[in-house]
């Protein structure tokens, strides 16, 4: 099993409407967990962060957390086709060290007018 | 200006050449990280640096050697490039301190022949 697991996708939704993804972990004891946003070709770019402690919403997105599941779920409201781009999912985790965030392996979001 | 650069931003190369691949950042971060990045696999760790003197192995070190000249240079050296080290690799920086998270260079996309 991965550590990380994100389904590849792509997740089609049409504009305005909410996206969802998902991504599941591995180590119970991970502590934050982070979504980027990539653009083809493009570098990683942080959209929000969590900590196990509780979910957070900022502007259209919201970032939820299911410890007793172990997923964290990003969902995208109002989606424009700008938000389309991969979408990865990271978790920091007390096991394999201190600050070693694993990746998963992104899920390609499409947004279509 | 970026905060964290990376040259060459492309290189082509032959198999057996040695590569030196460089990251700058003026973020004032302690923490440098070297990734790569294949298709359907995501980021993975090659080498990591919490401060000039401390360099560690991250997954996937084999093949790579990496030097941290000063709190703000972190090169990554592929000794003798084989065509499978054909990849993107992206140079991150983290903070000690606050929320950790990891911040991204452009990029360099290698291509080994």
């Known amino acids: 099993q991965k550590e990380v697991e994100q389904n590849s996708g792509p997740l089609s939704v049409p504009e305005g409407a909410i996206a969802s993804l998902n991504c599941t972990y591995s180590?119970?004891?991970?502590?934050?967990f982070f979504w980027y946003r990539q653009y083809s070709g493009k570098s990683p770019e942080l959209i929000m962060f969590?900590?196990?402690?509780g979910d957070k919403e900022d502007g259209r997105f919201t970032a939820q957390l299911n410890k007793a599941s172990q997923y964290v779920s990003l969902l995208i409201r109002d989606s424009q086709p700008s938000d389309s781009a991969t979408y990865l999912c990271?978790?920091?985790?007390?096991?394999?060290?201190?600050?070693?965030?694993?990746f998963g392996a992104g899920t390609r979001l499409a947004v279509h007018p | 200006d970026a905060d964290v650069t990376q040259t060459p931003r492309n290189r082509i190369t032959k198999t057996g050449k040695r590569i030196m691949l460089e990251c700058s950042q003026t973020?004032?971060?302690?923490?440098m990280y070297w990734y790569r990045q294949d298709p359907g696999l995501g980021l993975r760790l090659i080498y990591y640096s919490f401060d000039v003197k401390d360099i560690n192995k991250g997954e996937i070190s084999d093949g790579y050697s990496v030097s941290r000249q000063a709190q703000a240079k972190f090169s990554l050296s592929l000794e003798s490039a084989i065509p499978n080290q054909t990849a993107l690799y992206f140079c991150?920086?983290?903070?000690?301190?606050?929320?950790?998270?990891?911040?991204f260079g452009p990029g360099t996309r290698l291509t080994v022949l």
């Open positions: 991150a920086t983290s903070a000690l301190r606050g929320t950790d998270t990891q911040y």
């Open positions: 180590d119970r004891g991970s502590q934050s």
């Open positions: 973020k004032g971060h302690d923490r």
């Open positions: 990271a978790v920091r985790g007390i096991s394999g060290g201190y600050n070693k965030l694993i």
């Open positions: 969590i900590y196990s402690n």
